[in-house]
């Protein structure tokens, strides 16, 4: 069984940083991209971001809302994709979800994990 | 605003055929297959259609996709009180290099 277990989530002042990290089980981690996406209170889903696999050098693409302020890694051998959030605002408030893509290009989202929270306030 | 547009709220009584339309573009749509998510309330979404038309292993059959040109759409048949949740649709898109969600329909089921 697939299991992204996100962690990392919590309260932070704007300005602040936070990394938020996914365990991840049930398949071989390396293979598939990873992405974030968040859903702030009360609204939809919004992409984050996604990272490559090791095949694909590790490339990652963001989202232009947080281009600049996040960055999305992966360690393949501890089977975990971690999402470091710098200069964070308020409008950063939100659900974030670890999720699981195929890795091909244009590849949707397959498996969610149940999320962590990160609130933004002073 | 969201990329792919979706109406905001559908509603039927049991047993009724609904539809859930998400217009795109070229660059999303027009180009990349499109998945479905549900999210019931208080929880994570989950995929119920991959690749346009796939349904994963335990989503009924009820649940159906399908996508022409720019436009994709998710018919659930057979409508049942569990069915009540928020319904996102989504594409890569090509031009922004990342992945569009529409802004998601409230399904009611009255």
């Known amino acids: 069984e697939v299991q992204l277990v996100e962690s990392g989530g919590g309260l932070v002042q704007p300005g602040g940083s936070l990394r938020l990290s996914c365990a991840a089980s049930g398949f071989t981690f390396s293979d598939p991209y990873m992405d974030w996406v968040r859903q702030a209170p009360g609204k939809g889903l919004e992409w984050v971001g996604r990272?490559?696999?090791?095949?694909?050098?590790?490339?990652?693409e963001y989202a232009a809302s947080v281009q600049g302020r996040f960055t999305i890694s992966r360690d393949d051998s501890k089977n975990s994709v971690y999402l470091q959030m710098n200069s964070l605002n308020t409008e950063d408030t939100a659900v974030y979800y670890c999720a699981r893509a195929p890795s091909y290009y244009a590849s949707g989202i397959i498996d969610w994990g149940q999320g962590t929270l990160v609130t933004v306030s002073s | 605003q969201s990329v792919l547009t979706q109406p905001p709220s559908v509603s039927g009584t049991p047993g009724q055929r609904v539809t859930i339309s998400c217009s795109g573009s070229s660059s999303n749509i027009g180009s990349n297959t499109v998945n479905w998510y549900q999210q019931l309330p208080g929880t994570a979404p989950k995929v119920l259609i991959y690749?346009?038309?796939q349904r994963p292993s335990g989503v009924p059959d009820r649940f159906s996709g399908s996508k022409s040109g720019t436009s994709a759409s998710l018919a659930i048949s057979g409508l049942q009180s569990e069915d009540e949740a928020d319904y996102y649709c989504a594409a890569w898109d090509d031009s922004l290099n990342g992945m569009v969600f529409g802004g998601g329909t409230k399904v009611t089921v009255l």
């Open positions: 990272i490559r696999n090791k095949g694909n050098s590790y490339t990652a």
């Open positions: 690749s346009n038309n």
